[in-house]
């Protein structure tokens, strides 16, 4: 399905990954993105000189450092596949809490993601549930 997401075990077997469609059957309320990488400045007091030089280009010719990014992902559970107790506890022993390699399916094969992710709060109506997906991802992006 289009706008899912990929999580995997960064350097382990290829068998090890899940899908947020095929592994959970969870649906994006919208199509996931990731905002742009903050950009930290390189800013030097040098004795003498009023203010500060700047030196975030001066290595690379490019900012070299950049900020993680936080933020979440929110899905609605089709609760017509699977019982609701088995996808949450799947997905919670695969992904809440730990360190994982992620990518946006819309954006293959350019881009991917190390990241902490966390599973929020699960609501449970009549016809569906939801859960978010909150992410800390490090300031390496993979560019394949």
Request: hydrophobic share 40%; aromatic share 14%.
């Amino acid at each position: 399905m289009y706008h899912s997401i990929d999580f995997s075990v960064p350097n382990s077997d290829p068998v090890n990954w899940r899908n947020t469609w095929i592994h959970w059957h969870l649906i994006p309320s919208g199509k996931p993105q990731i905002p742009i990488f903050g950009i930290l400045p390189n800013l030097v007091e040098a004795p003498g000189i009023p203010g500060w030089i700047d030196l975030t280009d001066a290595t690379f010719g490019h900012a070299a450092k950049s900020s993680s990014c936080t933020g979440k992902f929110d899905f609605i559970v089709d609760n017509d596949h699977e019982d609701f107790v088995s996808i949450k506890t799947n997905m919670l022993s695969f992904l809440h809490g730990r360190f994982l390699l992620m990518r946006l399916v819309d954006d293959y094969p350019h881009y991917a993601y190390y990241g902490r992710f966390n599973v929020g709060q699960w609501k449970t109506g009549a016809n569906n549930s939801t859960v978010s997906i909150s992410y800390s991802l490090f300031p390496r992006t993979i560019i394949v």
